[in-house]
């Protein structure tokens, strides 16, 4: 299937995310990724938009800032769009989405044009490969699980290849080992059955194996929370209550204002497990 990517005009800009006055707003000290990805991590995705964006209009060779911003416009359209069982007309009726999901598929086209520019010139580039892989993932992501559209395969492939690149040179890559992992578990649960191996196959329980891992390797602050916030999702899932909760009140001990980890707690299923 060919790609439905485009390069589209940047005309939301400050409209969506806020102006990037706002977003620098309460720091006295630059803006830096380590800014955006706490904002990201306290479910303040409007803030880590803005400052991700802020981040990239600085320097446009920012990979890093290019895949924040792609990941923090999806939780909006995530967030948005919710359990709803007719995902289109939720889309359709969200006044802010169609502003968001521009947003996306230029920061997304960006983002993939930049690092293809890198692995042009150096094949071997770990970092341009990562966030190739990355920002494919965040797209597909969107598409299967967030839209429920079956599309986006150009993407999957290019992600499975990237990715896979990524962890023969370096198996111990945190990050490639998440992003793998998710899609092992897109796989099995989004793919039909019979299916499945025309996409080389997944492993929901290899899903859940290597994030426990990922989220057990002692790595940088972020990296570390990103395999956690992965853990508690899928746990989540899975509808492994009693795992999830323990993962959430870890978390909202460093990120005390995330309203999806406060919300989850509040529900019957994590009370039960806590008592």
């Known amino acids: 299937m060919r790609t439905l990517l485009r390069v589209v005009p940047v005309t939301i800009g400050l409209a969506v995310c806020g102006s990037l006055l706002e977003a620098r707003e309460g720091l006295d000290h630059p803006l830096t990724l380590s800014d955006a ?3 990201f991590y306290n479910a303040r995705y409007d803030v880590a938009a803005a400052q991700a964006l802020d981040l990239r209009l600085a320097d446009p060779e920012d990979l890093a800032a290019h895949e924040l911003r792609a990941s923090a416009l999806h939780f909006l359209l995530k967030n948005a769009i919710g359990a709803s069982r007719d995902k289109p007309k939720t889309f359709r009726e969200c006044d802010p989405c169609g502003a968001w ?24 580039d770990e970092v341009a490969l990562f966030f190739l892989g990355k920002v ?8 299967l699980g967030t839209l429920g559209r079956k599309t986006g395969w150009d993407e999957f492939w290019e992600a499975r290849r990237s990715l896979d ?3 023969k040179r370096d198996p111990k890559h945190v990050r490639a080992r998440i992003a793998r992992a998710w899609i092992d578990y897109i796989v099995d649960t989004r793919m039909p059955r019979g299916t499945r191996w025309l996409v080389g196959g997944g492993s ?7 994030l426990h891992d990922a989220a057990n390797t002692e790595a940088e602050f972020y990296v570390r929370t990103e395999a956690e916030f992965s853990l508690w999702d899928i746990q989540v899932r899975e509808r492994n209550f009693s795992e999830a909760t323990e993962i959430a009140e870890k978390l909202l001990r460093d990120f005390p204002d995330n309203r999806d980890l406060l919300a989850f707690l509040a529900t019957d299923k994590a009370v039960a497990a806590r008592d």
Do not use: C, H, S
């Open 37 to 39: 990805q706490r904002e």
């Open 101 to 124: 999901m521009e947003a996306f598929l230029d920061e997304t086209a960006r983002g993939q044009a930049l690092a293809r520019r890198r692995l042009a010139a150096d094949p071997a």
């Open 136 to 143: 494919d993932l965040n797209y597909i992501w969107l598409q």
């Open 165 to 167: 690149a990524v962890l």
């Open 204 to 210: 929901r329980k290899r899903a859940l194996i290597a």
